[in-house]
């Protein structure tokens, strides 16, 4: 599933059954998490003017989903835990959830993408949402259509080689001691 998972960012205007979404949402839900404080609250968006207007203020969510799942951090709970409210570890929760999603639409033939280019400001009045929440992630589902554009940046997959460097650095040279 992880070799196989992509970004779709053309969908088709099918709708997503509920069911699948519950079991997109139940995903979620056992995504690790730091100290399983669960501080994310997911919101789900399945109407369609919402929808729109949710893609008027985020220019990031080209694929015209019709499903999308806002998942924001509660901030007053994550400082009742006495965490800082820009903690990192919130937003690492955020993205093991996300991906976690991901990977479940993926397993139910649903195409996914995630956005971050949106104004939380204004998803959070088009959402209605408490104060205390901060929207940070929308992922957006629905089933892939035909066809897709062309890839962002590089068209060449990068190998875990290409990413990965064994042992110290050294700073200076930008490359690994001992190699």
């Given amino acids: ?11 088709t205007s099918e709708p997503v059954p509920r069911d699948q979404l519950e079991r997109i949402l139940d995903a979620a839900a056992h995504a690790p998490n730091a100290g399983n404080r669960r501080l ?14 949710l893609r008027m203020v985020s220019p990031g969510m080209l694929q015209h ?3 999308a799942v806002v998942i924001c951090i509660d901030v007053a709970r994550a400082v009742e835990y006495g965490l ?20 479940a639409a993926h397993a139910l033939d649903l195409g ?12 959070s009045t088009v959402l209605n949402l408490p104060a ?8 957006c589902l629905g089933h892939a259509a035909s066809t897709q554009p062309s890839p962002v940046g590089p068209h060449r997959r990068l190998t875990w080689r290409d990413l990965s ?12 001691a001992g190699s």
């Avoid at 929440?133 to 929308?138: A, C, I, K, T």
């Avoid at 460097?165 to 040279?173: E, T």
């Fill in 40 to 53: 994310q609250r997911l919101v789900v968006i399945d109407d369609a003017a919402t929808l729109r207007v």
């Fill in 132 to 139: 205390r929440w901060s929207p940070e992630l929308v992922v």
């Fill in 165 to 176: 460097y064994w042992g110290r650095l050294d700073r200076n040279a930008n490359t690994v």
């Fill in 112 to 123: 996914s993408g995630p956005v971050t280019s949106f104004s939380k400001a204004a998803v």
């Fill in 84 to 103: 800082p409210a820009t903690s990192s570890g919130l937003l690492i929760d955020v993205g093991t959830a996300a991906q976690t999603m991901l990977l």
């Fill in 1 to 11: 599933m992880i070799r196989t998972r992509r970004t779709v960012r053309a969908m």
């Fill in 65 to 67: 989903p019709a499903a």
